[in-house]
């Protein structure tokens, strides 16, 4: 998990934060970068072999050039600006990768005018090898995205496939309307699979 990166001039994302928490706890072998560590150079370092990526971040979709979409990570000497840009992202190994997760904002569009289908995000990670990939179409709430990042780790423990899982969760979200009530809150959420 990268969550919460150090980004001068943006808000910190204390959900993310949570976000990694929970995915360590649950998962005992995973790494979590946060704050000042959650750079590009930090995230690479930890790819090799890695079946579930998760990143908590703010995202930026580009629709003129979505493979210009970005996830902005805290700086460091490699990227100064700390800015992880689609285009690069594709480039990556992420053959054993089952799954990658986005929690950031709109991490899941795919289009805009002039771009086919299958843009930004979903096809660099499908470029660059992995399996599938789940995000947003939309800004994110904290506590869904909790929600949604718990149940997914449980599910994949009990081998439930990603749609499924996802299913599943947005149902179980949408059942708690007290919290959320609002059918934005669970339903803007999308999983991209290259059908392996």
């Given at each position: 998990?990268l969550?919460?990166?150090?980004?001068?001039?943006?808000?910190?994302?204390p959900?993310?934060?949570?976000?990694?928490?929970?995915?360590?706890?649950?998962?005992?072998?995973?790494?979590?970068?946060?704050?000042?560590?959650?750079?590009?150079?930090?995230?690479?370092?930890?790819?090799?072999?890695?079946?579930?990526?998760?990143?908590?971040?703010?995202?930026?979709?580009?629709?003129?050039?979505?493979?210009?979409?970005?996830?902005?990570?805290?700086?460091?000497?490699?990227?100064?600006?700390?800015?992880?840009?689609?285009?690069?992202?594709?480039?990556?190994?992420?053959?054993?990768?089952?799954?990658?997760?986005?929690?950031?904002?709109?991490?899941?569009?795919?289009?805009?005018?002039?771009?086919?289908?299958?843009?930004?995000?979903?096809?660099?990670?499908?470029?660059?090898g992995?399996?599938?990939?789940?995000?947003?179409?939309?800004?994110?709430?904290?506590?869904?995205?909790?929600?949604?990042?718990?149940?997914?780790?449980?599910?994949?423990?009990?081998?439930?496939?990603?749609?499924?899982?996802?299913?599943?969760?947005?149902?179980?979200?949408?059942?708690?309307?007290?919290?959320?009530?609002?059918?934005?809150?669970?339903?803007?959420?999308?999983?991209?699979?290259?059908?392996?």
């Open positions: 998990s969550v919460d990166p150090d980004v001068p001039g943006m808000n910190r994302l959900g993310a934060r949570a976000e990694g928490v929970l995915v360590a706890k649950k998962l005992g072998a995973s790494t979590v970068l946060s704050g000042s560590a959650a750079t590009i150079s930090g995230l690479t370092s930890h790819l090799a072999g890695r079946k579930f990526l998760h990143l908590g971040c703010h995202g930026d979709f580009d629709p003129r050039n979505p493979r210009a979409s970005q996830l902005r990570l805290s700086p460091d000497a490699g990227s100064p600006d700390g800015r992880l840009r689609a285009e690069k992202l594709e480039k990556w190994d992420l053959s054993s990768c089952r799954l990658v997760l986005l929690t950031g904002c709109e991490t899941a569009m795919a289009g805009g005018p002039g771009a086919d289908d299958l843009a930004g995000f979903p096809r660099a990670v499908l470029r660059a992995c399996q599938g990939i789940l995000g947003s179409l939309w800004p994110v709430e904290d506590e869904v995205t909790r929600q949604l990042t718990d149940h997914l780790i449980d599910s994949a423990a009990a081998r439930i496939s990603p749609a499924e899982a996802l299913r599943d969760a947005c149902r179980s979200i949408r059942a708690k309307s007290s919290v959320n009530h609002h059918v934005s809150a669970w339903s803007g959420w999308v999983l991209v699979e290259n059908g392996r």
